[in-house]
């Protein structure tokens, strides 16, 4: 397990006693730790288990149930293409391969550069303007593989 | 003064260029010194007219569309400002045949009002409802409920009434209201539209329906893929408790009624209601067995309502027009209204409020305009990614939830997505088993193994190994899975694949290797 700098050991406890005195606030404290430092690191645990005073397994088991909480850095931005049926009945298929080609990496992956990770999402809510994808945060509707290459092209600028 | 011009600050518009033709109305406005005001309204869910543009003129409100921000320079010079022609004009947006045939009730204000002010929303109409509930009582509020023949909107179709009856009965102590925002079918965003075009009206719903049973907490559970909706709450509800309509003293009532946003993680499973409760909690998202419901031992164990976006949205306006009247829409045992999305591949995608009872045909073919690609439709899955595909000989069948159960179908969150003819059914069914792998919670067998076991099964059927055998264990496999499953996700699963079985069973047959 690798351990934390100072930094982010300090930005994690802040995080923890700010939040301790809500109701039921595990999943709290992890959105605020990984908006923080991007992702949710191994040795987080014990720091939040020890802060709201429950296991490291108990921490643990959370982190690893939801998807959206990543246990290793992000690249620089984060790609997101829906795979749900919606945007498959509109090409959401072709428009992944097109994406792991461009990018060199599957999903999941972050590329050599560290510049992008991409990765499946199921649903942006969304499907009126199928197929969909996010990056940064930022939705996008009607993705061709065109606009896919200049939604690229605009982050490496 | 300014003229007034609405580009939806929607994330569904956004994602198509709204937010670089509201920069573009103001620079060139700037420019030609006849700067508008801009207001950020939701979509009115026609979306492929979006980004829409409407401008606010003496004879109404004139809309165009789809703009985009090389259009604006040309906008300005045709004079869009009056409301005069224009290449993209499209008139009033209410006289669209799109428009003209809805019933907007839940919808009403969604696209019209400015979702950030409080003002504007009472404007429009808003808060009469807790104005109603507040002079009523209690046992009045949820009778009026029960009355209107609503049922639970998020997919289950529960009568809400009997939900809040069982909430007001508990003995008076710690209650909470939730708000189960946790959106995850493909083909829907009927939550979404109404988060981000009338925040306040959701706010509304879960105030009455704590004054009601005595609930003095309310936690909306959204999804993290939410970000756009996420904002316009978080800045609605701070701005409901500038005007007291939360707080201490709701609407000068003396009845506390306190609301807060939670974010989900992105667990499917979260959207099933006693998963959401676990994760609003800060726990694993796993199911929890009923009995207790959650109306008895609820969040931290307390009596809950749980309820979805449109259901708590609807209460406002029940509440302000009184039940009678919202039963009066509807048919048979679907009364009121219902929010259609219609996603895929169509030619005019969006929302479409109506009365139940409609059928699938009119609202492919008379709204939807019929496929994207021009291909014929040659299905629809109804209800998400748990729910059945739709055969195009089945379009007749009213959208009703006794009619559609009858044909082995669901409604559920009344999503609508289309597929033209050059679908793969086997690799949708395929799809629905590996979603459900992904999203099990793992707690049940059938459902944590039955789903891997089912994309297994029909992988062999595509490499034509022991097709015919094979077929059958799948189908011997969907019925494990729906008898034996804790919940929704492992018990529906199987209805995608069923249906693809029974409607297109020539799609399961051996592929070459590509």
Redesign the interface.
């Known amino acids: 397990m690798q351990t934390l700098n100072s930094g982010d050991t300090e930005t994690i406890r802040r995080i923890v006693a700010e939040l301790k005195g809500r ?9 605020g730790v990984q908006g923080a430092l991007g992702y949710v690191p191994a040795a987080a645990v014990p720091l939040v288990a020890e802060g709201l005073n429950i296991s490291r397994a ?1 921490v643990h ?2 982190v690893t ?5 990543r246990h290793s850095p992000p690249g620089a931005h984060m790609v997101s293409l829906c795979q ?7 090409g959401a298929e072709a428009l992944a391969s097109h994406a792991r080609r461009r990018l060199g990496v599957d999903f999941n992956q972050t590329t050599a550069d560290g510049r992008f990770t991409l990765e499946p ?10 197929p ?1 994808a ?1 990056i940064d ?6 993705v061709t593989p065109e606009r896919f290459d200049a939604l690229i092209a605009e982050q490496r600028k | 003064m300014s003229v007034r011009v609405y580009v939806p600050g929607d994330a569904g518009a956004l994602s198509v260029g709204a937010e670089e033709v509201a920069r573009a109305i103001a620079l060139e406005g700037a420019r030609r010194g006849e700067a508008p005001e801009i207001v950020r309204n939701g979509s009115r869910g026609a979306y492929w007219l979006e980004p829409m543009v409407e401008v606010a003129t003496a004879s109404g409100r004139v809309a165009y569309g789809p703009v985009t921000a090389a259009d604006v320079p040309g906008l300005f010079s045709a004079n869009f400002l009056k409301g005069s022609p224009h290449a993209l004009h499209l008139g009033p947006a209410e006289s669209l045949p799109w428009f003209a045939g809805q019933q907007r009730l839940t919808f009403e204000r969604v696209g019209i009002v400015d979702p950030a002010s409080v003002a504007d929303y009472v404007k429009h109409g808003g808060y009469q409802g807790l104005s109603q509930a507040l002079s009523m009582g209690g046992a009045q509020v949820v009778q009026a409920i029960t009355a209107s023949g609503l049922r639970g909107r998020g997919g289950a179709a529960f009568p809400t009434g009997i939900k809040w009856k069982t909430v007001l009965e508990q003995p008076a102590g710690r209650k909470y209201v939730t708000c189960n925002a946790d959106e995850g079918d493909s083909g829907t965003f009927s939550d979404r539209m109404l988060m981000e075009g009338d925040p306040f009206t959701l706010i509304e719903g879960m105030t009455i329906a704590g004054v009601a049973v005595g609930a003095a907490q309310g936690y909306i559970y959204l999804r993290a893929e939410y970000p756009h909706a996420h904002r316009a709450l978080k800045a609605a509800i701070a701005a409901a408790y500038q005007a007291r309509y939360l707080g201490p003293d709701v609407a000068g009532s003396g009845k506390r009624f306190d609301l807060e946003v939670r974010l989900g993680a992105g667990a499917y499973i979260c959207g099933e209601e006693t998963s959401m409760l676990e994760s609003l909690e800060g726990k694993r998202g796993e199911v929890r067995v009923r009995p207790p419901l959650p109306a008895i031992k609820g969040l931290f164990g307390q009596p809950t309502i749980v309820n979805n976006v449109v259901t708590l949205a609807t209460v406002p306006w029940i509440l302000a027009h009184g039940a009678e009247a919202y039963a009066n829409f509807g048919t048979g045992k679907s009364r009121g209204t219902l929010p259609i999305q219609l996603a895929g591949n169509i030619k005019r995608g969006g929302l479409v409020e109506r009365a139940f009872g409609l059928t699938l045909r009119e609202l492919l073919y008379d709204y939807g305009g019929g496929s994207a690609s021009g291909r014929p439709i040659r299905t629809v899955q109804i209800g998400g990614p748990l729910g059945a595909y739709v055969p195009a000989s089945q379009f007749d069948t009213p959208v009703d939830y006794e009619a559609l159960s009858a044909i082995g179908a669901l409604l559920g969150h009344g999503g609508i997505v289309a597929f033209d003819d050059t679908v793969d059914m086997a690799r949708m069914a395929r799809y629905a088993m590996e979603f459900c792998a992904i999203e099990s919670c793992g707690k049940c067998t059938p459902c944590r193994i039955g789903s891997t076991r089912g994309m297994e099964v029909i992988d062999r059927i595509l490499a034509g190994t022991d097709g015919e055998r094979n077929v059958q264990l799948l189908e011997e496999l969907c019925d494990t899975m729906v008898q034996g499953s804790l919940c929704g996700l492992g018990g529906m699963a199987p209805f995608p694949v069923q249906s693809a079985l029974k409607h297109f069973r020539e799609d399961f047959r051996a592929r070459s290797q590509a």
Do not use: D, K, T
């Not at chain 1, 149930?65 to 909480?69: C, E, I, R, T």
């Open positions: 109701p039921g606030p595990l999943l709290e404290v992890l959105h108990e088991g959370v149930f939801y998807h959206y909480f749900a049926e919606s945007c498959q009945a509109q999402i199921y649903c942006l809510g969304n499907c009126a303007c199928s969909a996010m945060g930022r939705l996008h509707g009607r």
